[in-house]
């Protein structure tokens, strides 16, 4: 029988932005992927210390920037129990959940740098089939260091074949806090969600 692969892309979306989507699009038609799901994080570990959107709202952004791509899901893994949560903990529960899979796990170039601190990060890498990765002009990292920081982990690499780009959710936030145009950085349903509800402003 042959083994169903399926994408696995976690973040705070806060907001999610068409480099998000740039990075599940190509994954899916690269990886030849069954099903992209989207982690959304509630309050994950390593920005306890950082201001973040209310859940219902990156929710109902991140709902409405997928809608009407069969390909993609928001799950509720993260979000349906306590945290704190860790990603090798959701992997293994999507691998009791899900039967005869390969998992991607889909990181930007800057998580990838850091993923020597995620937690117990090697069983994390032994639990996918594999990393596809999107490059980011903003955040190198060096392959040879992190295959001495964790091992096997250059084999699990796969890279995403897409136009190098360096949006992030903290410059979009920084737009809308400054005035800046960020409209063309969001899907259109997504900019009208953030103008009715005066997101990212500090009131």
Same mark, same amino acid.
């Not at 096997?152 to 949006?167: E, M, N, Y």
């Given at each position: 029988?042959?083994?169903?692969?399926?994408?696995?892309?976690? #973040?705070?979306?806060?907001?999610?932005? +068409? #480099?998000?989507?740039?990075?599940?699009?190509?994954?899916?038609? =690269?990886?030849?992927?069954? %099903?992209?799901?989207?982690?959304?994080?509630?309050?994950? @570990?390593?920005?306890?210390? =950082? @201001?973040?959107?209310?859940?219902?709202?990156?929710?109902?952004?991140? =709902?409405?920037?997928?809608? #009407?791509?069969?390909?993609?899901?928001?799950?509720?893994?993260?979000?349906?129990? @306590?945290?704190?949560? $860790?990603? /090798? !903990?959701? *992997?293994?529960?999507?691998?009791?959940?899900?039967?005869?899979?390969?998992?991607?796990?889909? *990181?930007?170039?800057?998580? &990838? %740098? !850091?993923?020597?601190?995620?937690?117990?990060?090697?069983? *994390?890498?032994?639990?996918?089939?594999? /990393? #596809?990765? &999107?490059?980011?002009? !903003?955040?190198?990292?060096? /392959?040879?260091?992190?295959?001495?920081? +964790?091992?096997?982990?250059?084999?699990?690499?796969?890279?995403?074949?897409?136009?190098?780009?360096? *949006?992030?959710?903290?410059? +979009?936030?920084? %737009?809308?806090?400054?005035?800046?145009? $960020?409209? $063309? $950085?969001?899907? @259109?349903?997504?900019?009208?969600?953030?103008?009715?509800?005066?997101?990212?402003?500090?009131?």
């Amino acid at each position: 029988m042959s083994r169903t692969k399926i994408g696995l892309f976690g #973040g705070t979306f806060d907001p999610p932005h +068409i #480099g998000h989507l740039i990075l599940a699009s190509e994954a899916v038609h =690269q990886f030849d992927l069954s %099903r992209l799901l989207w982690m959304l994080a509630p309050d994950p @570990p390593h920005k306890l210390e =950082q @201001p973040i959107t209310p859940l219902l709202h990156r929710l109902e952004m991140l =709902q409405r920037m997928i809608a #009407g791509n069969p390909s993609f899901e928001i799950s509720r893994l993260e979000i349906d129990r @306590p945290g704190p949560h $860790y990603t /090798i !903990d959701t *992997l293994r529960l999507l691998s009791k959940l899900e039967s005869n899979v390969d998992i991607f796990l889909l *990181l930007g170039g800057d998580s &990838l %740098r !850091d993923l020597p601190t995620w937690r117990l990060c090697a069983d *994390l890498v032994a639990e996918v089939s594999k /990393i #596809g990765v &999107l490059r980011r002009p !903003d955040a190198p990292f060096d /392959i040879s260091a992190l295959e001495e920081k +964790i091992s096997g982990v250059t084999g699990k690499l796969v890279f995403i074949d897409a136009p190098l780009q360096s *949006l992030s959710s903290r410059e +979009i936030r920084r %737009r809308v806090f400054n005035g800046d145009a $960020y409209r $063309y $950085y969001v899907l @259109p349903s997504v900019y009208e969600y953030m103008e009715e509800n005066r997101l990212y402003r500090g009131e």
